[in-house]
């Protein structure tokens, strides 16, 4: 007698939320760092943060890290800055830690944002050799980026936890 390998219901629901895990914290992250809308003097409004946010607030700091680093590896090869992947590393890893202790996630993602700051400032100005005007602009849209989503998920995050 051949004895087959079978598979039961709880291994093929492991292997979908694998499948799902991967998809939410190295795909989507992915996928939004490709997206970008122009407004005002050429600035453009990054989506990749909602991804990071979002896997901060679902999957905890390594999810953080983890989205962090897979949504910046474009913009990190694009623009010839690895610094980038991981200043996003640290973005998502402090939103994580932060929302663990209070759960105002605009709050939340200002203070991982200005804890990260130093980070981006320092390395864009130091080894990427940008001016402190570009740096400036970069600041302000990232600032502009992050308020806009995590409040955005902040005020939606009820139905969107119904999907997870």
């Given amino acids: 007698m051949i004895n087959i390998p079978t598979t039961d219901q709880s291994d093929v629901a492991l292997y979908r939320k694998a499948a799902s895990v991967f998809t939410f914290l190295v795909v989507l992250p992915c996928l939004l760092s490709l997206i970008n809308i122009t407004f005002a003097q050429s600035w453009k409004l990054h989506?990749?943060?909602?991804?990071i946010i979002l896997a901060s607030v679902f999957y905890g700091a390594k999810g953080g890290i983890v989205a962090g680093i897979s949504g910046s590896l474009y913009s990190a090869l694009?623009?010839?800055n690895p610094y980038i992947i991981v200043g996003n590393a640290i973005f998502g890893l402090l939103i994580a830690l932060f929302y663990k202790?209070?759960?105002n996630l605009v709050l939340c993602v200002?203070?991982?944002y200005f804890c990260e700051l130093p980070w981006l400032i320092f390395t864009d100005y130091y080894f990427v050799h940008l001016?402190?005007?570009f740096i400036a602009k970069v600041v302000i849209v990232l600032l502009l980026a992050?308020?806009?989503w995590a409040a955005l998920i902040s005020i939606n995050i009820?139905?969107?936890r119904k999907l997870f």
């Fill in 101 to 103: 202790k209070n759960i």
């Fill in 110 to 112: 200002l203070l991982a």
């Fill in 47 to 51: 989506f990749f943060p909602a991804a």
């Fill in 146 to 148: 992050n308020i806009l």
């Fill in 78 to 80: 694009f623009l010839g």
């Fill in 158 to 160: 009820k139905h969107i």
């Fill in 131 to 133: 001016s402190s005007d």
